[in-house]
């Protein structure tokens, strides 16, 4: 990994940290930046031995949200060419489980970053925010989406359209943020959730979480069907086998993510 890299990837297998690495801008999301981090986290997502990923910023910031000084020079054509719409949409589509890690602020694109994560893991000293529209623009990578489903239309749209920033645990009451840690603990605890995953069987992980995910997306009556489906999918892998005899047989299972 170059000294210079935009994100630093740090493996500690079944777990990875992936951590942005532009803590002078606050982690602002060039355009660089959002291209080395989805081909890192293709990589991973590709890679059996990483069961996990940790999506962390530094601690005064996990990131402030898309490169203004990038955007001041585009114009919207050169945003569409940009094909900036597919790098998030790689993200969202990633199977592994993904823990965003945050601390500091997470603003704007930083916090659709973290909304695209499966969960957040905040420090006491997070702020979240989409002030987007102060800049004359709207939020474009799920804000005004992911936000308002998470925390509802009334909290939503005073973060919108006022700009405000929720602290953690205005955040965590909303049903933003998974949990809340001490300032010092928030990577360590980040990291444990990860473990936590990790230990788990890998295809029901990404089962599960294609079946959460779907929540969102559907009726009740198909996401039922759908997570019914997927239940009988899961009783088809070795990883259920061995999780159903290992408890019988009082042993902790060895799963094998088949
Ligand atoms: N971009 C570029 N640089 C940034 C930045 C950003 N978003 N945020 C901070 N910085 C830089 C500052 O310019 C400053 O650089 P220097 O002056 O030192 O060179 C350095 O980081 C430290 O920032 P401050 O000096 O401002 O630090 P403070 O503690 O005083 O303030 C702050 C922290 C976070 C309150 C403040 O920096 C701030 O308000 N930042 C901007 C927050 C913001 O408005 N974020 C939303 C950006 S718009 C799209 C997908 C996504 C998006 C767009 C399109 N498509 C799919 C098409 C997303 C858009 C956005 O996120």
């Known amino acids: 990994m170059s000294a210079d890299a935009l994100v630093l990837v740090e493996r500690d297998e079944p777990i990875v940290v992936v951590t942005l690495n532009r803590p002078k801008q ?15 986290l293709a990589e991973l997502d590709r890679d059996p031995a990483i069961r996990c990923i940790v999506l962390a910023g530094s601690e005064r910031a996990f990131a402030a949200g898309a490169d203004i000084g990038e955007m001041a020079e585009a114009g919207a054509i050169d945003m569409l060419y940009a094909r900036r719409v597919e790098r998030w949409d ?3 589509k990633l199977w592994t489980p993904l823990v965003a890690a945050v601390s500091g602020f997470c603003l704007g694109g930083g916090n659709e970053l973290a909304m695209s994560c499966d969960l957040i893991v905040a420090s006491e000293t997070a702020k979240f925010g989409q002030p987007e529209t102060g800049l004359g623009i709207i939020p474009g990578a799920g804000g005004t ?32 943020v998974a949990r809340v840690v001490a300032r010092e603990a928030w990577l360590e605890e980040a990291k444990h959730v990860a473990r936590e995953i990790a230990a788990k069987a890998p295809v029901a992980q990404r089962l599960a979480k294609e079946a959460v995910n779907r929540a969102y997306e559907t009726t009740l009556e198909l996401g039922l069907e759908h997570e019914r489906r997927l239940l009988y999918l899961a ?16 042993r902790d299972p060895d799963f094998q993510g088949r």
């Open 26 to 40: 606050l982690n602002a999301l060039s355009e660089p930046l959002m291209e080395e981090l989805v081909e890192r």
């Open 235 to 250: 009783f088809a892998s070795d990883d259920a086998r061995e999780g159903l005899t290992a408890f019988a047989e009082k």
């Open 90 to 92: 790689a993200i969202r």
């Open 145 to 176: 989406q992911r936000l308002t489903r998470a925390i509802g239309k009334a909290k939503a749209m005073d973060v919108v359209l006022s700009g405000r920033f929720l602290d953690a645990r205005e955040a965590e009451r909303a049903g933003l």
